[in-house]
C-alpha cells in the first residue's frame, strides 16, 4: 500500500495565525450601555498577560450606539483592535464565526460582551492551553442567572449529553479558548445551523474543562428569550445527531405493533361478546394520543427538513459591511517595535569580559 497519503505524527500540520498571538472574539449586539466598561477591564486585563494581542468586535447588526462606541474604541488602540461590522442581525454564532474567519492569532478566546465572564479569567484559559490542550471549555463557579435558565441549562445539557455524546458541563458560558487548527476547521465548515463549542468539542484531540468566575450582568438585558434558547438547543440536538429520528421511528414500530395486537383483541372481542359502545371514549382518547405523537413527529421530521433546505440553498450565512483594522504592514511594524522600546529603556549591561589567552610556555 502506497504511503503517499500518509504524515508522520512528528510532523506538524500546516495551519495559519502568528504564532505568539491571542485573538479574542467578541459578539456585540446592543451593548451600548456595556461597552465603556468592558472596554475598561479587557484591555488591562490583556496588558498584564504580557502576550502579544488582538481583540476582533463583531458588531451583530446593533441598533443602538454599539457601533459607534465600537469605531471609538479602535480609533484609541487601533494596533490591537479590529472591528467587523454586519449588515444586519445574524446571531452569535455567525458573528463569532466571522471573527475565527478574520483572526490573525495562533489562540483564540471566545468572550461575550456583558461582562457576565470576567476578562480577568482569560489567563486561566492560556494556562490550560499551555498544557497541551487544544480546546478548553469552561464551567461557571456560581451562575448569577434567573432560576429558570439554571434549570433549563441543566435539563438541556442532561439531554444533549445523551442524544449527541458531546460532554460539556456548562453549554451556555461563551468564555472558551481553541487552538488556530480547530478554528481554521471550524471557519471551513459551511454549516447555516451550527453551535460552535459543540463542532469544536467534535474536532478537538485534548479537549479540558475549567472552572470560572461568573458575575451579573452589568448593564443591558439578556438578548436570549425562552425561544431562542429551545431553538438553539434544537439546532445543537438535530446538528449533531440523528438520534431523535432513529428514536420516533423505533416508537413507530413499537406503536404500531401494539395497535395491531390492539385490534386483533377489538375483532375477537366483537366475535365473542358482540358489538358494544362502552369503549368508544376509549378510542378516542387513544386516537388523540396517536395524532399528538404523530404531529411531534412530523415536527421532529420539519426540523430536519428544514435544514437541509436551508444548507442547499446556498445563501450566504453572513454579510459583512466594513472591516476596522489597521493594515498588517503597520501592525506588524508597531509589534516589532514594542520589544525594541522595551529593550531601549532597560540599562545598558557591561560586556562580560573575555578570558586573556596565555601564550604557551
Known amino acids: 500500500m502506497s504511503n503517499a497519503y500518509l504524515t508522520h505524527p512528528a510532523v506538524p500540520l500546516p495551519t495559519t495565525g502568528t504564532p505568539g498571538l491571542v485573538s479574542v472574539v467578541i459578539p456585540v449586539y446592543n451593548e451600548e450601555e456595556g461597552l465603556q466598561s468592558l472596554f475598561a477591564r479587557l484591555y488591562p486585563a490583556l496588558d498584564a498577560l504580557g502576550v502579544r494581542y488582538e481583540v476582533v468586535f463583531i458588531n451583530d447588526g446593533s441598533r443602538d450606539r454599539s457601533g459607534a462606541l465600537l469605531r471609538q474604541q479602535f480609533e484609541r488602540r487601533p494596533d490591537v483592535t479590529r472591528v467587523i461590522y454586519f449588515n444586519g442581525n445574524y446571531g452569535q454564532h455567525m458573528a463569532i464565526m466571522a471573527g475565527f474567519s478574520h483572526v490573525r492569532g495562533y489562540r483564540v478566546i471566545t468572550l461575550d460582551a456583558d461582562l457576565q465572564n470576567p476578562p480577568e479569567e482569560i489567563g486561566k484559559l492560556l494556562v490550560a492551553m499551555d498544557s497541551g490542550h487544544d480546546y478548553v471549555g469552561t464551567i461557571r463557579r456560581q451562575r448569577h442567572d434567573v432560576a429558570w435558565r439554571k434549570i433549563a441549562s441543566r435539563a438541556m445539557n ?4 445523551r442524544l449527541t455524546r458531546i460532554r460539556m458541563t456548562d453549554q451556555g458560558c461563551m468564555l472558551r479558548a481553541y487552538d488556530r487548527r480547530i478554528v481554521d476547521a471550524i471557519a471551513q465548515s459551511t454549516e447555516v445551523s451550527t453551535y460552535i463549542p459543540a463542532l469544536a468539542y467534535t474536532f478537538a484531540a485534548h479537549p479540558t474543562e475549567i472552572v470560572v468566575s ?9 438578548k436570549y428569550s425562552l425561544y431562542s434558547l429551545i431553538r438553539l438547543n434544537f439546532d445543537l440536538v438535530t446538528g449533531f445527531s440523528i438520534l431523535p429520528l432513529q428514536l420516533f421511528s423505533l416508537l413507530g414500530f413499537v406503536l404500531s405493533l401494539l395497535s395491531g395486537l ?8 366483537r366475535v365473542m361478546v358482540g358489538p358494544e359502545a362502552e369503549g368508544l371514549f376509549t378510542l378516542f382518547a387513544i386516537t388523540f394520543l396517536l395524532m399528538g405523537i404523530l404531529l411531534f413527529g412530523i415536527g421532529l421530521l420539519g426540523e430536519y427538513i428544514g435544514r437541509i433546505y436551508q444548507q442547499v440553498r446556498l445563501r450566504p450565512r453572513y454579510l459583512v459591511q466594513a472591516v476596522l483594522q489597521m493594515p498588517v504592514q503597520e501592525a506588524a511594524a508597531q509589534a516589532m517595535q514594542e520589544p525594541v522600546a522595551q ?4 540599562p545598558a549591561q ?12
Open 158 to 161: 442532561r439531554l444533549r449529553e
Open 343 to 346: 529593550m531601549a529603556q532597560q
Open 262 to 269: 390492539f385490534v386483533a383483541y377489538l375483532l375477537v372481542r
Open 214 to 222: 461568573h458575575e451579573e450582568r452589568s448593564a443591558g438585558e439578556s
Open 350 to 361: 557591561e560586556p562580560a569580559p573575555q578570558p586573556v589567552q596565555r601564550p604557551d610556555a
